[in-house]
């Protein structure tokens, strides 16, 4: 039995914010909006661009400042911008009529140029919560997105840290995974009685900083 499910990832994300043990982890997000969109590209000059509700990577695009301008990126394809209005026009035409998320950019740590993060899934089980599988994703080429369903290759949690950080300790790295884990889902049930499933969307960055992505109430 699956339990409750939620589709919200803001709900879910500002859930956690509620949480100072594990509020450290997660991307500065913000719910999308122009004015939100040009503070969040100062800051930070790499953004992401995801539906409230959706899942499997669609939808999803990168907004990016740089020293030529602006750029958007949405699959494979990159589509370049001088000034940060003509970007704004253009990402209005390619979103749907749907409510969107900005997440500050994480520069995920790579194995031969391609992006990888980590799913965990765990699942409440006789009362108690089992973790079912730590994997990691890795992006088809030329994409930025990781999911399975977009052409990712899956492969072990210590593999995918061990070739794309050799200079970390993986065994610690999925350690501290499986502690925020924990922590996460105690916080989660107290805003959310009855979750049975979930499944953890992690980012190791290029220094070997553990980020949040998501949490997902289906995990595929």
């Known amino acids: 039995m699956a339990g409750r499910q939620l589709a919200s990832k803001w709900r879910k994300t500002a859930a956690l914010l509620s949480d100072p043990r594990v509020s450290g982890y997660i991307p500065k997000t913000q719910i999308y909006s122009g004015s939100a969109l040009r503070l969040m590209l100062a800051a930070y000059g790499d953004v992401v661009v995801k539906p409230v509700v959706g899942g499997g990577g669609h939808g999803v695009i990168r907004v990016f400042r740089d ?5 958007l990126t949405s699959k494979n394809r990159t589509r370049r ?10 990402l209005q035409r390619m979103k749907l009529r749907r409510r969107y998320l900005i997440q500050q950019g994480i520069s995920l740590a790579r194995i031969d140029g391609r992006p990888i993060d980590y799913r965990v899934k765990v699942v409440r089980s006789n009362g108690a919560w089992e973790f079912r599988s730590m994997v ?7 994409l930025f997105v990781t999911n399975l369903c977009q052409g990712g ?17 993986s065994a610690a790295k999925r350690r501290e995974m499986r502690i925020v884990t924990v922590t996460c889902i105690q916080t989660l049930e107290r805003h959310f009685p009855g979750i049975g499933e979930l499944g953890f969307d992690y980012a ?12 997902n109430t289906r995990p595929q």
């Not at 911008?81 to 253009?90: D, L």
């Not at 990691?136 to 030329?142: D, E, K, V």
């Not at 593999?159 to 200079?167: A, V």
């Not at 190791?204 to 949490?215: A, K, P, S, T, Y």
Request: charged residues 25%; aromatic residues 10%.
């Open 204 to 215: 190791v960055d290029r220094n070997g900083r553990l980020w949040i992505l998501e949490v």
């Open 67 to 71: 020293g030529g301008g602006y750029g």
């Open 153 to 169: 290759t899956m492969l072990s949690c210590r593999e995918g840290l061990r070739r794309s950080l050799p200079r970390i300790n």
């Open 81 to 90: 911008y001088s000034r940060f209005g003509e970007m704004f026009n253009g």
């Open 136 to 142: 990691g994703r890795l992006a088809r080429p030329g």
